[in-house]
């Protein structure tokens, strides 16, 4: 199994709209990669590893598959729609990573 890590950095100043994205914006992820996208979870940041500090991301998500190629087939038709979505909820650009899940 894969994990894709999409995460927005917390810039000072940044939109970003929780709930947009949450309610909105990962269910069409979701709808259109349909079973390439076996289930995602959706984080809002809170605060830095130090008591007091801001957190390093103000929102991501993991994207679950069961493979890159799952992943590849299930996003790759949808691409500009999805990134096309991106502008109704933040204009911070969004940094990407693909894991393998090790334990979980």
């Known amino acids: 199994m894969i994990k894709v890590s999409v995460m927005y950095p917390n810039t000072p100043g940044a939109r970003f709209n929780h709930e947009y994205y949450r309610d909105n914006h990962m269910p069409l992820v979701k709808a259109r990669m349909g079973e390439s996208c076996k289930f995602y979870t959706v984080d809002k940041g809170l605060s830095g590893g130090a008591p007091g500090t801001p ?18 087939a299930g996003f790759g038709p949808h691409v500009a729609e999805i990134l096309g979505d991106i502008p109704n909820y933040t ?14």
């Open 55 to 72: 957190p390093t991301y103000i929102g991501m998500c993991h994207i679950f598959s069961d493979s890159v190629e799952s992943f590849q």
């Open 91 to 104: 204009d911070l650009a969004p940094v990407m990573q693909i894991s393998e899940v090790i334990v979980g």
